[in-house]
């Protein structure tokens, strides 16, 4: 079921748009973020869990479920929402970050990627084509082109290389893509660098995607350089489309790359975070394992309408993480993706209200209090 993106506002001081599509009957609204669910499920957490913390659409990882249980068993299952029981909107990438973290360069062919599966050690070759027939199998509602994934530091020269080819494997999958149910997004590389960024941005406009993704951030460099390339590349891609930034969800980076024109992100971290002990509130990170928790008996944030917090305390919860007990990462989880997904309520009101940096000033006023750069 394709659905149809509408830009509602663009906000009057900043690049920032607030943006809706209608699903099954729901209406959902953009800026948003969306939970990873690598292998078909959001770690330790049930569909209805996610359904509690206003989760929209969720996403899955192409190579990870090519490698079991296998895209025809998915698709023997009926596609993806029948076997992982999500009536939501899916977006499965590309595996292209995957492949790219278990390739050596010389393994990276006009053809596709060379690499050895990380479970069994066989030899692999992943193409654009592959690809996209993968994910036409898998039914998702939103399938990625395969793109390159450019590590940072990066010489222009290799940016400039890996940026051209990966404009051609967008063009082979998107002359396979079979699936007329399911949107097909474009993928932004480019590095650090405003050119190649806006090249690869009107290259891809010109092939006209369904929506289109900025990549290769979040790779290593700082802030500042990711806000860079962000700004690089939307200011350069089609007002009435969906655009998305992968792998990006540092609260303070929503807010942001909200600003600089972003309309959906997805990040392992609240997750992540979670079977580690952490969790996101108000006034910054805290980390549950502290022995200065073991006699707190308040929720984790008395901010946050969540199940974890209406129900249990930072000591019961910090009793559980000790334990290595799932619930305790379960619990976490609920309360940090509904933290994010509650920022983004909040980013979204600013939208309409054209406040939006004056929430980033408070936000950075509470979070980090003095120790922001």
């Known amino acids: 079921m394709k659905f149809t993106y509408k830009l509602e506002k663009k906000e009057q001081n900043t690049a920032a748009r607030l943006g809706s ?51 025809d068993v998915i698709y023997h299952a009926g596609g993806l929402h029948k076997f992982m029981n999500w009536d939501q909107p899916i977006l499965t990438d590309s595996g292209g970050f995957q492949v790219f973290s278990l390739a050596k360069p010389k393994d990276i062919t006009e053809e596709g990627v060379y690499f050895k599966n990380h479970l069994n050690g066989d030899k692999l070759l992943l193409t654009p084509e592959k ?8 039914d998702s509602d939103i399938a990625m082109s395969f793109d390159e994934c450019i590590g940072y530091p990066a010489t222009y020269e290799y940016c400039q290389k890996s940026t051209a080819r990966t404009i051609r494997w967008a063009k082979r999958g998107k002359s396979v893509h079979n699936n007329k149910n399911q949107m097909l997004f474009g993928i932004v590389q480019g590095g650090n660098y405003a050119d190649l960024r806006k ?54 980076d929503l807010i942001e790359n909200t600003i600089r024109g972003v309309d959906i992100f997805d990040c392992v971290s609240p997750t992540r975070l979670a079977r580690h002990g952490h969790a996101y509130t108000k006034y910054g990170k805290i980390n549950l394992k ?49 933290f994010l997904t509650h920022l983004m309520e909040e980013i979204r009101e600013s939208i309409k209200n054209d406040s939006l940096l004056e929430l980033r000033e408070q936000f950075i006023k509470d979070y980090y209090g003095e120790k922001y750069e």
């Open 21 to 71: 599509f209608v699903y099954n009957g729901q209406k959902y609204e953009t800026p948003m973020f969306m939970p990873v669910g690598t292998l078909a499920t959001v770690k330790t957490l049930a569909p209805e869990e996610l359904k509690s913390v206003h989760a929209g659409i969720i996403l899955a990882n192409t190579y990870h479920l090519w490698l079991r249980p296998g895209e």
């Open 131 to 138: 690809s996209i027939a993968i994910q036409n199998k898998l």
């Open 199 to 252: 090249y690869c941005a009107q290259e891809l406009a010109k092939i006209d995607f369904d929506g289109y993704s900025i990549g290769g951030t979040s790779v290593g460099e700082d802030k500042k350089t990711m806000y860079q390339m962000v700004s690089y590349a939307t200011k350069y891609l089609p007002e009435d489309k969906i655009r998305y930034l992968m792998g990006v969800g540092d609260p303070i």
């Open 290 to 338: 502290n022995a200065k928790y073991k006699e707190d008996f308040t929720p984790v944030s008395t901010q946050c309408d969540c199940y974890a917090c209406k129900n249990y305390t930072k000591a019961y919860i910090r009793h559980l993480i000790i334990s290595n007990e799932t619930f305790g990462a379960r619990l976490l989880s609920i309360h940090n993706i509904r």
